[in-house]
């Protein structure tokens, strides 16, 4: 599992992850389960690494493998 999310697209995805679960706790709607989704971005944030984006071939990490 090589790292294919950059320092940028990580920062993004764990501020919007956070958000998310920020909405998810906060809400008072039924529909505030969604904001569970948030997870998902938080996770590959933290991570550095994107299922979608291997099985896409993209990669925003700056770092060359060997």
Do not use: E, Q
Request: proline content about 6%.
């Amino acid at each position: 599992m090589n790292a294919n999310v950059g320092t940028l697209d990580r920062s993004l995805r764990v501020a919007a992850g956070v958000v998310l679960l920020a909405i998810a706790a906060l809400a008072d709607h039924p529909l505030r389960w969604w904001g569970l989704i948030g997870i998902v971005p938080l996770a590959t944030g933290l991570f550095g690494y994107c299922p979608l984006y291997a099985l896409l071939g993209f990669d925003t990490c700056p770092l060359k493998k060997a």
